[in-house]
């Protein structure tokens, strides 16, 4: 039964990846991963890896591959199919014949190397099933177990491991914000931005009178020449013309001084 | 199935996921590849793990899940900052950083 | 309070006077810079007179005092004290040094009045008369040549004091030069000495090198004459004397401060001081008082041709600075110190004098345009007349009895050095008859324009300030000199200041009249106990014989110039024509400056030529430069061509990597 199911999920996990690599349309090399996931998290239980497995489905298979969905939907253009949208140039700017062929004959160089390496290496216990497994409720491999070497004997990797997803969460928000990208005009700290209300003095405020307020309210307006002005002067204000300004009234604005 | 059969089925993986990376030009594809590259070293990893009766391979597994969705928040992100910047979505395009 | 503690009191009031200027000049409202200058000097002077009432209250044989105020740096073998020496020598100096500042500071008070510079000028009077102090009262070599090299950093400041004229910088530079080529030569001099004597600290070196030196020894004699280097840079003897007339360019207090007075006579103080020394090398002492000689006679002839007043007096100076070189070369201690002062007072006298012509010419210094100022400058024309009579060694003023002593004890010493004093008195006539050329020719004549001007009861100013040297036009901003000039007529200041220097002019050669009172000798004594040359054994008969001798050479140079000048200008015309080639050799100042051009500049400049379109372009641009850059482009050419920018093979790259690992250890196993 065992190795029944280990060649179902051999078979599986393989021609995902196969299709991961081969598939023009990468919306399909998506679905193709997935597939190749699942199959990976069935050899996890066959080698009694059951947290891993089940972390595997949901959290690989499930919300990472949902990120990739909808960045695939999101690149995605409503003009050209997905594919179209997505699939490169026709030709390259280098030989790409010549360095996919070097790249099959790397990677299976690699593949042998790693054959030998792994499957010649003479250890005797891979030839066998593993070590003794008596099931329990504490046993290897079950989330009770997990959990306490996580917390205990890889409490400092677990802790590091939290730091790097939030540190690469905010790398993410950073980097995918709305005007994002280096060089453009607005490059303040988004998250600043955010957390401070208009008009509460700050430094900033302080020193560019009104303008850093009206500059950032509008940014569409502003960015339009021949926009009609609502009003008289805001924008002018914020064009640097401090100076029209009577002086209480910029120490008012930027009360915080 | 003794444990040399996971090993192998790891190594093509591992193998696929490399070409891939080499061949494929769409940065989305090539993220795809790299998390093969990944679940090929996990495999690996539990596989060893059950051979030895070790808890150690799994909790290295989970951390390398973790860093590889680390890697995919960030390659989407740049992914995503790409297109807003109407580049081109190929790597063959994005070679700015040429010497 | 001991005299060390007026010593160290000497050397801080200055100090806190250049500070509080320097540091303070934008607080300080209006002139004050210039009275706090003045009152710093003037208090480092009562300090000095203290530290001669305090020493004069020790026995005799207990005069050398030192005082350390901390150590300044202990190492192998070497111990340097911040430490000062007061002995009868140093406060000697320092009595004249801070003396004859306080009156020039007084005097500048007006005579820079309407500088833009004012404050800075007084910074750095203050930091030169500071440096000197150091100098004289330095007690281990270590501070010697620390106050020596001040004195050269204060002179170039002061001579380029007006910093926009480029002659004045040039001049500035040139001094600062050869004055370092003086400290190179008393550092290594220091050296030499220190080598065998292991201490820094003067009495002691005093006192160990008879006994580590034989006399005439070769180390002792090259560290002598290295000391000589220096002395003669900072004294301006031949052949190092060529930056003094130039330094003429600075404010005419500065000559009269640097120039005449205090830091020239440093030379002298240094050979004084190092009597010790010098006795051990006779050969140095010997090089010494011929160089002095030949300087005081070369500076002499060419005093009779120059036509800048203030150069005049400039070449007087290296000539009377010969004498005293001379004089302490061969021993005459107590009469070329003495000397040292009565120059001081005259020839100060004579730059201030000197300075006053120059502001009723309105910044013009050329003697051809002066002319008849006799009637207009009464007191100037007195001032210039009793310090001319000072100078020329007519009795009873100053002069007279230090240069005769100077020639006597000369005499004494036999031999050869009867060419010296010959010389010496050669020079006398030569002294009395440029003298006196300059001052007939300023005073005496038909009155010129700004003569009569200033009868009428305006002093004049030029429409269009300009510079004296090469006629260039100025304006009177900050760095040039200011807009309007002052006489000592005008001036209370300057009056006094001249007024008391004409004092000490015609009186202080009274203090020393051999045979009678011997002030000087007596005081001096504790400094030169050990020289066998310092007790005179005067030959009575050639003491009179000498000072008649001077009187009379004195009295005929001056009626020779009052005949060339004054009665029969003709003659200066036909003897210009007649000795055609002497007359260019004098007014070229022996070519020392063209032939220090030839034999140094020239070939250094050529020198630093070729360093830099030969050496520097071919060898180290082209080879080393271009050599190791070319290294780093080809080698960074090959790194780069790695750097193509594709992903995908930078992913071969790397699974390459991969392989070629795994493969190098599967071989291994």
Request: proline fraction near 4%.
């Amino acid at each position: 039964m065992s190795a029944v199911l280990f060649f179902l999920a051999a078979i599986g996990a393989i021609s995902g990846a196969v299709g991961v690599v081969v598939l023009r349309d990468p919306f399909y090399s998506v679905l193709a991963l997935v597939g190749h996931l699942l199959s990976l998290a069935l050899l996890f239980l066959l080698l009694r890896a059951e947290f891993v497995a089940a972390v595997q489905v949901v959290v690989y298979a499930g919300a990472v591959m949902v990120l990739y969905v909808f960045v695939v939907a999101y690149v995605g253009d409503s003009s050209t199919s997905l594919g179209e949208r997505l699939r490169p140039g026709v030709s390259g700017p280098t030989g790409g014949a010549r360095l996919r062929l070097g790249s099959a004959l790397l990677g299976g160089a690699v593949l042998v190397e790693l054959l030998i390496a792994l499957l010649g290496s003479g250890l005797k216990a891979i030839g066998e099933y593993g070590a003794p497994y008596a099931p329990g409720p504490k046993t290897y491999g079950t989330p009770a177990y997990i959990g306490n070497l996580l917390l205990t004997r890889f409490l400092l990797a677990f802790e590091i491991a939290s730091f790097l997803l939030l540190i690469a969460a905010v790398g993410a928000v950073v980097l995918a914000r709305r005007r994002g990208g280096l060089g453009e005009e607005s490059e303040e700290l988004v998250p600043l931005r955010l957390t401070r209300p208009r008009g509460t003095g700050t430094m900033a405020e302080g020193v560019s009178s009104l303008a850093f307020a009206t500059a950032h309210d509008r940014p569409t307006d502003f960015q339009v020449p021949d926009a009609p002005e609502p009003e008289p002067e805001p924008a002018a204000v914020g064009a640097g013309a401090s100076s029209a300004i009577d002086p209480e009234q910029r120490t008012d604005s930027g009360g915080g001084w | 199935m003794s444990i040399a059969w996971y090993l192998a089925v790891s190594a093509i993986v591992f193998a696929l996921g490399a070409g891939g990376v080499m061949t494929r030009r769409n940065p989305l594809v090539v993220l795809l590849c790299l998390e093969l590259m990944l679940n090929g070293a996990n495999l690996a990893l539990i596989a060893f793990a059950r051979m030895w009766g070790n808890g150690d391979g799994q909790i290295l597994a989970l951390i390398v899940m973790t860093v590889a969705a680390c890697e995919v928040c960030i390659g989407l992100g740049m992914i995503v900052a790409i297109y807003r910047r109407n580049l081109a979505l190929d790597v063959d395009e994005l070679r700015e950083l040429q010497g | 309070m001991s005299a060390t503690t007026y010593g160290w009191l000497v050397l801080l009031f200055p100090l806190l006077g250049t500070l509080t200027i320097a540091f303070g000049f934008r607080v300080l409202p209006g002139r004050s810079a210039g009275v706090i200058g003045t009152g710093a000097i003037l208090l480092a002077f009562l300090a000095a007179l203290g530290a001669l009432i305090a020493m004069q209250g020790e026995a005799p044989a207990h005069r050398e005092l030192t005082s350390s105020l901390w150590n300044y740096a202990v190492s192998v073998g070497i111990n340097a004290h911040v430490s000062i020496l007061v002995d009868p020598l140093s406060v000697y100096m320092i009595l004249i040094v801070s003396g004859i500042s306080t009156l020039i500071h007084l005097y500048s008070l007006s005579y820079l009045d309407e500088d833009r510079g004012f404050a800075r000028f007084f910074a750095y009077l203050n930091f030169f008369v500071f440096s000197m102090l150091l100098l004289v009262l330095a007690g281990n070599f270590l501070l010697l040549i620390v106050g020596w090299a001040f004195v050269g950093a204060a002179s170039y400041l002061l001579i380029s004091f007006w910093y926009r004229r480029t002659t004045a910088t040039k001049a500035g530079i040139k001094a600062f030069v050869i004055n370092v080529l003086g400290d190179v030569g008393l550092v290594l001099g220091t050296y030499f000495i220190f080598k065998h004597t292991g201490t820094l600290d003067f009495l002691k070196t005093f006192q160990v090198a008879p006994h580590v030196f034989t006399r005439g020894e070769g180390d002792i004699v090259a560290g002598c004459l290295l000391l000589l280097v220096g002395a003669f840079a900072k004294s301006a003897q031949i052949p190092l004397h060529t930056w003094l007339p130039d330094a003429m360019e600075g404010p005419t207090p500065v000559s009269a401060l640097i120039h005449a007075a205090t830091m020239v006579t440093a030379g002298v103080y240094l050979i004084a001081r190092m009597h010790v020394l010098f006795e051990l090398a006779p050969a140095a002492q010997d090089v010494g008082a011929v160089v002095g000689a030949a300087t005081l006679l070369i500076a002499g002839t060419i005093a009779l041709t120059q036509t800048d007043i203030k150069r005049v007096i400039a070449y007087s100076t290296m000539s009377q600075i010969g004498y005293m070189i001379m004089g302490v070369s061969v021993g005459a201690y107590a009469a070329g110190m003495f000397h040292l002062m009565t120059h001081a007072f005259f020839k100060a006298l004579l730059f201030m004098g000197a300075g006053s012509i120059i502001g009723a010419m309105g910044g013009e210094q050329s003697l051809e345009k002066m002319g008849g100022f006799r009637k207009a400058m009464p007191f100037t024309f007195a001032c210039f007349i009793i310090g001319g009579l000072a100078l020329s060694g007519i009795p009873p003023f100053s002069g007279f009895f230090s240069k005769d002593e100077i020639l006597l004890v000369t005499a004494e010493r036999g031999g050869w050095h009867w060419a010296l004093y010959v010389a010496g008195y050669i020079g006398a006539f030569l002294t009395a008859v440029y003298t006196f050329r300059m001052i007939f020719r300023a005073f005496y004549g038909e009155p010129v324009a700004e003569a009569r001007e200033l009868e009428a009861g305006h002093l004049h100013h030029p429409e269009h300030p300009t510079n004296p040297a090469n006629g260039e036009l100025e304006d009177t901003d900050v760095g040039f000199p200011g807009p309007h000039h002052t006489i000592a007529e005008r001036a209370l200041p300057m009056k006094v200041a001249m007024s008391l220097l004409a004092v000490g002019s015609i009186g202080a050669g009274l203090v020393q009249i051999p045979e009678v009172d011997d002030v000087i000798v007596n005081f001096l004594r504790p400094t030169f106990a050990g020289s066998p040359l310092y007790e005179p054994h005067t030959r009575d008969g050639l003491l009179v014989f000498g000072l008649i001798l001077g009187t009379l050479l004195g009295l005929a140079g001056i009626a020779l110039a009052y005949r060339i000048w004054v009665k029969q200008p003709s003659i200066a015309v036909t003897a210009r024509e007649r000795l055609r080639p002497l007359y260019l050799l004098s007014l070229n100042k022996w070519y020392f400056d063209e032939l220090i051009d030839a034999l140094v500049v020239r070939p250094a400049a050529a020198a630093g030529r070729f360093a830099s379109d030969t050496f520097e372009r071919v060898f180290v641009d082209g080879t080393l430069i271009g050599g190791s850059t070319g290294i780093v482009r080809a080698g960074s050419a090959a790194v780069r061509a790695i750097q193509s920018g594709f992903l995908r093979y930078y992913a071969a790259l790397l699974v390459l990597g991969v392989g070629a690992l795994g493969l190098y250890f599967l071989l291994q196993s």
